[in-house]
C-alpha cells in the first residue's frame, strides 16, 4: 500500500456557482511539508478542506494510503487528517485544555472515557504548541494568534498522520510566525504529512520541502522553492509586485527571499 495524500482531478463547486476547484491534482507525501500558495480566491482554503474530507467534490478522487478519503468514518477519518482552520466559526464556551482535549474524539470510543495516554497527548500538544500557559482560560478570553496555537495544538492531539493546516500565521506575530512553522517543520521530519496554505512566501521557502502554487481552481506549477519562487513563475499570476533575493545560512543551501513590493 503506497502511503500517500493525493488529489486526483478534483472539481468542486458550492451550489448554484462556477467551480472554485477546477480538476486539481496534488500529493503530499508523509515526511514531507507541503505549502499551497496562489492568490485570494484561487480555491486553497476550499481544497484543504475537501481533502480533510469536509466537502464531498463534484468529481475526481481524494485518497490516503489508498483509501478514499469519503469512504472514511467520522472516527477513522480523525486519526488519519486533522484540519487547522483559519478560525472557529463559532467559539465554544470551553477551557483551553478541554477543547483541546476534542481532538482526541478519533481515539475515543463511545464508551470510554479519556485516559492518561489521551491526557498525555493533550500535554504535549499544548506544549508543542507553545499555549501551556493557557491551558484554564476560556476560548472566548483569548486573543485571535493564541487561538490559533490553540488550534494547532487541538490537531496535535488528534496524532493524525496528515496535517492540513490553512493560513496559521496570518494573526501571529513574526517571533510565533517562526515558531509555528519551525514545529510543523518537526513534525514533517517526523514522518507526518503536512500540507500548509499560506501567502508567506518567505516562510514557505524557508521552511517546504515542495510548493504548489494554485491559480483558478488548478495548479499551475509544483516543485521546489528554488524552482517556483521565481520572477518567471511568480508574476504571470501575481503580477510584478515583489523583489527577489536569496539567503543561505552555514549549513543549508541559498533559498529564495521573496518580498512584496510597491514598485515606483
Request: include cysteine; charged fraction near 20%.
Amino acid at each position: 500500500m503506497v502511503k500517500q495524500l493525493k488529489c486526483e482531478g478534483v472539481t468542486y463547486s458550492y451550489p448554484g456557482g462556477a467551480p472554485v476547484v477546477d480538476g486539481a491534482s496534488l500529493t503530499v507525501e508523509p515526511g514531507e511539508l507541503l505549502c499551497i500558495i496562489g492568490p485570494n480566491g484561487a480555491g486553497k482554503s476550499t481544497l484543504l478542506k475537501s481533502m480533510a474530507g469536509l466537502l464531498s467534490v463534484d468529481e475526481g478522487a481524494i485518497t490516503v494510503d489508498g483509501l478514499a478519503v469519503s469512504s472514511l468514518g467520522p472516527r477513522e477519518r480523525a486519526r488519519t487528517l486533522a484540519l487547522v482552520p483559519q478560525f472557529l466559526d463559532a467559539i465554544p464556551p470551553l477551557s483551553v485544555g478541554n477543547f483541546v482535549m476534542g481532538g482526541r474524539y478519533g481515539h475515543l470510543d463511545s464508551w470510554r472515557r479519556a485516559d492518561a495516554a489521551d491526557c498525555e497527548a493533550v500535554t504535549g500538544a499544548l506544549l508543542a504548541a507553545h499555549v501551556t500557559e493557557l491551558g484554564e482560560r476560556l476560548l472566548g478570553e483569548l486573543s485571535g494568534g493564541q487561538r490559533q496555537r490553540v488550534l494547532i495544538a487541538r490537531a496535535l492531539a488528534q496524532a493524525a498522520g496528515y496535517l492540513l493546516v490553512d493560513e496559521p500565521t496570518s494573526s501571529l506575530d513574526p517571533e510565533h510566525q517562526l515558531g509555528v512553522f519551525s514545529l510543523l517543520r518537526e513534525l514533517a521530519e517526523s514522518g507526518r504529512g503536512v500540507c500548509v496554505v499560506t501567502h508567506d512566501l518567505t516562510l514557505a521557502s524557508q521552511f517546504a520541502d515542495k510548493v504548489a502554487l494554485m491559480q483558478s481552481g488548478s495548479f499551475v506549477a509544483v516543485g521546489t522553492p528554488a524552482e517556483l519562487l521565481t520572477a518567471e513563475v511568480l508574476e504571470p499570476v501575481y503580477g510584478a509586485h515583489f523583489r527577489f533575493d536569496s539567503w543561505s545560512s552555514a549549513d543549508d543551501e541559498a533559498r529564495p527571499v521573496v518580498v512584496p513590493w510597491a514598485l515606483q
